[in-house]
């Protein structure tokens, strides 16, 4: 009987081992979470060896991954991560502010037991499997034990280890069912009324934490959590009886969460089950005897020829059309079913940000071998709330804060209308929104077309320099209005390309300004009406601390601008920007480009791009260089280390070297590169990158940061 204990539930893998070579047989088995998935993959037909071999490479921090790997996302779904975390969204549904109901995702864990459970998917009765088997999970409406006998065996034991708060609950034949580990962890009950005479009980149960760990509302949640199962554990050991055996491995400090050290675990079941040897060898077999179980068990467990695919069906979604996305899927009716191309289809209906779950599983139907994928909609959408934060100081007077909201609703409309807005509070207050539609029926995907109309707001605050000095000259607000109308096409999961029409207008208006002789030119209004064409390739794995991948922006416009006097001037605008990332373990280069150009009125004064701050020639002041054209580059470095602090996804140390003017042409401001470095300790944190850095420029000074957001 095995035990529930997360990670250290890994440590029955090792006891299997020793079973085996000991030739004792196993007749039954009953385990709970944990012990449920290493039992119910022994049962259908594993041997301890191929679990080892399965379970030793394993990324464990991708399986449990919430996020779908970026490169896979559709552009939108990566512009929303480019601006704003993933890590925290909030949802709202029938008028109610809701949360996710999960903290990791079980989409990786799914995928696995359908791969090693595919041979045995026709047996609905677990008495009929390689070894009879029962999963123990709990009623969450009733409180009751739910001993899952029967069904489809991935389910069952993916329901079983439904950990509270760690992954969302199961819906199964009716009922809500959560981790087995709250009414029976140790489910000695159960083999007994399974026929098992002779118990072999495993229990790795995570032991009661120290008074050291109950300062935080998780750490008491945790507590209670393993007060309730170590009841159940005493009362499923006071059962035992002189026949049956215990094994408890010795994990000490080793938590359930401890899954990287998979291969400790399993050393300590065999160093355990192999200390308690001389009391399992009364239950081996002859070799012939356990040679004629095991190839009863192997016959019984034997792969049966992949299916042919004979139909594909969407089911669970009431929001949504996962079917738009059939013409994308490996998997087609007339190719033979392939696990991978089943794994690889789920993520990329996972990729469309809309569902909690999706799972696939081959069922006999009329029209033949059917795969089926099982599409959850979030319970906390179809509106969606992430929120970021942009903070500095450079610790010599210059700060700024801004809070960022977004919000998004997906499904508008049946054919997959999408509404964004974007509202920041602070220094830079914005308002963004737009409506965004798919045209031809196909909402995210490279077969159609789309249509989007969006407008913004903004005001800024430009503070101006002298060039050379970087002595302060003044400040000016800048605020602006634009609106745009799109025609575009994605371009799968690589990203899209859009062209429209862009109408802006902007005013700047002096805060403070040392040299008076020029007040008049800022308290004026521009218009600007261009035709536009943006086109972005992203396939960065994270959009900070990039660790591989690449990000190619381009965008051109070309019009006409009118000035406060009414005259009209020829306006046109390139823009060009590259970021790419590769690693070596723990090391990562970066490089990254800019490339602007323009041709604005003289008479606006402000060039429209500049340069200086964090990352931007570091050590300048942000905003220092200004012109009508810009070229910029950076080689960065970072390294990620071991500890990542708590709600971070790492913390890194790093460096830069960037070099880079802004100029305005015919002007002597173009002559020379400006020079600068930086060194910094960073994390990815849920409201945005975290930075404490020194910035140095030669002919800019120095300059120490505090940054969270995007430099």
């Known amino acids: 009987m095995l035990s529930g204990g997360g990670a250290r539930g890994l440590a029955h893998v090792g006891v299997l081992k020793v079973l085996e070579r000991e030739r004792i047989p196993v007749d039954f088995v009953a385990g709970t979470s944990m012990g449920a998935i290493i039992g119910g993959l022994y049962a259908s037909g594993s041997t301890a060896q191929a679990l080892e071999q399965e379970l030793l490479p394993l990324s464990w921090e991708r399986l449990f991954a919430s996020r779908v790997d970026r490169q896979h996302l559709s552009q939108r779904r990566k512009e929303e991560d480019f601006e704003f975390s993933a890590a925290i969204e909030l949802g709202m549904r029938d008028g109610e502010v809701r949360l996710p109901d999960s903290t990791l995702s079980s989409r990786g864990l799914e995928a696995l037991l359908r791969r090693h459970t595919l041979s045995v998917r026709h047996q609905q009765n677990f008495d ?31 329901s079983s280890m439904s950990v509270p708060g760690v992954f969302s609950p199961v819906e199964l034949e009716g009922r809500i069912l959560g981790d087995g580990g709250l009414v029976n962890n140790l489910p000695i009950d159960v083999a007994r009324q399974m026929g098992a005479n002779h118990i072999i009980a495993v229990n790795v149960g ?15 949640t945790a507590q209670m959590i393993n007060i309730l199962t170590e009841q159940n554990v005493r009362r499923s050991l006071e059962s035992l009886g002189a026949q049956d055996v215990l094994i408890a491995p010795e994990l000490g400090p080793l938590s359930a969460t401890d899954f990287n050290s998979a291969r400790e675990f399993i050393e300590q079941g065999e160093r355990a089950a192999s200390a308690l040897i001389e009391k399992l060898r009364p239950l081996a077999l002859s070799p012939k005897a356990y040679a004629a179980w095991r190839a009863q068990r192997l016959a019984r467990g034997a792969n049966e020829a992949a299916p042919r695919i004979a139909a594909l069906a969407f089911e669970g979604s009431a929001l949504t059309r996962p079917e738009q996305w059939e013409p994308r899927l490996h998997s087609q009716p007339g190719k033979v079913f392939n696990s991978a191309d089943a794994e690889r289809d789920a993520r990329l209906l996972a990729s469309s940000g809309d569902y909690e779950r999706v799972d696939y599983h081959v069922e006999s139907r009329t029209a033949g071998d059917t795969l089926v994928f099982l599409t959850e909609d979030k319970s906390w959408g179809p509106n969606y709330f992430r929120m970021g934060l942009d903070l500095s100081t450079d610790f010599s007077g210059e700060s700024s804060f801004n809070l960022r909201i977004s919000h998004n609703r997906h499904w508008l409309t049946n054919s997959g209308t999408e509404w964004r807005n974007q509202i920041s509070l602070g220094r830079t207050p914005k308002l963004f929104s737009e409506l965004y539609q798919p045209l031809g029926g196909h909402s995210n995907t490279s077969t159609g077309w789309f249509a989007s109309g969006w407008s913004e707001i903004e005001r800024r605050q430009i503070k101006l320099y002298d060039r050379d000095t970087g002595s302060g000259l003044g400040s000016v607000s800048r605020t602006s209005g634009s609106a745009g109308l799109d025609l575009g096409q994605p371009w799968g999961q690589w990203g899209e390309v859009r062209l429209g029409v862009v109408t802006q207008l902007w005013r700047f208006t002096p805060e403070l300004l040392i040299f008076p002789s020029d007040q008049n030119a800022y308290f004026k209004t521009w218009h600007e009406v261009s035709l536009r ?52 373990g723990a090391h990562t280069l970066t490089g990254h480009m800019r490339l602007f150009d323009s041709q604005e009125s003289k ?40 500890e990542a602090p708590l709600l971070t996804r790492g913390l890194f140390v790093g460096g830069s070297l960037e070099v880079g003017n802004a100029w305005d042409p015919g002007k002597s401001n173009h002559k020379g590169a400006h020079w600068a470095s930086s060194i910094f300790i960073g994390a990815d944190t849920g409201l945005g990158p975290l930075y404490l850095a020194l910035g140095y420029a030669p002919k800019g000074g120095s300059a120490v940061y505090l940054f969270i957001g995007r430099p």
């Open 128 to 158: 009929h499997l390689p070894i009879p088997f029962r999963a123990i999970a709990t009623d969450l409406e009733t409180g009751e034990q739910r001993v899952l006998a029967k069904g489809d065996l991935a389910m069952a034991l993916r």
């Open 206 to 220: 995570t032991p009661l934490a120290a008074r050291s760990t109950l300062t935080s509302v998780l750490g008491v």
């Open 533 to 584: 064409l943006k086109a972005v390739v992203d396939q960065l794995d994270y959009v900070s601390f990039p660790q591989n991948g690449y990000r190619l922006s381009f965008e051109a416009a070309r019009g006409r601008v009118r000035g406060p006097d009414q005259t009209q001037a020829q306006a046109r605008r390139v823009e060009l920007v590259a970021t790419s990332a590769k690693s070596w």
């Open 603 to 642: 008479e606006t004064t402000l060039g429209p791009y500049s340069l200086g701050g964090f990352q931007q020639l570091s050590g300048y002041q942000p905003g220092q260089l200004l012109g009508e054209r810009l070229a910029f580059a950076r080689l960065g470095y970072h390294r990620r280390l071991l």
